[in-house]
Nanobody, 123 residues
Framework: VQLQASGGGLVQTGGSLRLSCTDSRRTSTNNGVGWFRQAPGKEREFVATISWSGGATSYAESVKGRFTISRDNAKNTVYLQMNSLKPEDTAVYLC?????????????????WGQGTQVTVSS
């Protein structure tokens, strides 16, 4: 597994979590990275993405203003800071490496996926 996601857990409504995604591939700093989530019985949903340099980010409307994506290329790691969490944020969160330098909201533009980390927000 080249991408390893971590940092999930159980949190109350209004709480915060920081997810991390570490890529073991040496040249991964040339690629955009995205976070997606999937709840039971639902399709995989785009959450946020960041370009290779960190200069361009994009978010799903449902998380704008609450989540922040960032990256540290020296550590080959991308972060997702999640604040003001809601029960509807409950899902398995997966990180993925884009085929391109820029990120994307489209699943088909990603060619490597991590195993996911569970986030559960209690009401």
């Amino acid at each position: 597994v080249q991408l390893q996601a971590s940092g999930g857990g159980l949190v109350q409504t209004g709480g915060s979590l920081r997810l991390s995604c570490t890529d073991s591939r040496r040249t991964s700093t040339n690629n955009g990275v995205g976070w997606f989530r999937q709840a039971p019985g639902k399709e995989r949903e785009f959450v946020a993405t960041i370009s290779w340099s960190g200069g361009a980010t994009s978010y799903a409307e449902s998380v704008k203003g609450r989540f922040t994506i960032s990256r540290d290329n020296a550590k080959n790691t991308v972060y997702l800071q999640m604040n003001s969490l809601k029960p509807e944020d409950t899902a398995v969160y997966l990180c993925a490496r884009s085929r391109y330098a820029l990120g994307s909201s489209q699943v088909e533009n990603y060619n490597a996926w991590g195993q996911g980390t569970q986030v559960t927000v209690s009401s």
